[in-house]
């Protein structure tokens, strides 16, 4: 399994949007529509197959009849990075390895892009959300498509009261990605080019 992307949740898209760009001082490329589960994103290169996404509800989707993903329907408060994603070319064969609350996979689909991804019943992730979701592509990925401004994980801290427990519980190894005790959280800092930056 390999990093793909971190996920930032908001009240509203414009209002992550403008909360990532005051931020790294950069801008991000409009996304698209994820029908099935009633949301919408804005995308930011981090690199050849790597990105950032800004995600929410989509207010003109009609809502789904079963939980979202990445535990939008519980989001409250400021924008901030909720989720981590990894990238797997068997997804069945990943979700064998992990914690059974890691979901099942779903296929989706937004433009000309195709997926799966493991999603739980109840929209939320082993670990207090700190587990990371799992993808397969099937197709292009969307980072080829991002113009490339710069942008590059750093870091990845993993906060969490079992963060032991959660690194063991993952067959997956990024020096980049640090596993911490402490409240369920997640910082990402990034490399752009007016210095480093961070995402908490």
Known sequence: MLFDH???AAPDLATGTGWVEEQLGLSLQP???????????AL?????????????IDPDAPPPAYPRWFDLDRFQGKPRVTNWILR?????QALGQVDPGAG???DLARGA?????????????PFDNMHPALITWDG?????????????????????????????????????VSFVA???????????????????
Not at 113 to 125: F, N
């Open 88 to 92: 797997s070319d068997d997804i069945d």
């Open 104 to 106: 099942q996979p779903v």
């Open 140 to 176: 292009p990925h969307p980072a080829a498509a991002l113009p490339d401004i710069g942008a590059r994980l750093l870091q990845l801290d993993v906060s969490h009261p079992d963060a032991d427990a959660l690194r063991e519980s993952l067959p997956f190894q990024d020096d980049r």
């Open 182 to 200: 402490g409240p369920a959280g997640l910082r990402a800092r990034i490399q752009t080019p007016h210095g480093t930056r961070e995402l908490g």
């Open 113 to 125: 892009y195709r997926w799966r991804m493991a999603v739980p019943a109840t929209g939320i992730l």
């Open 31 to 41: 996304g698209g529509q994820h029908a099935h589960f009633g949301t919408h994103n």
């Open 44 to 56: 930011m290169s981090l690199g050849p197959a790597e990105y950032l996404e800004v995600i929410t």
């Open 6 to 8: 971190i996920a930032i």
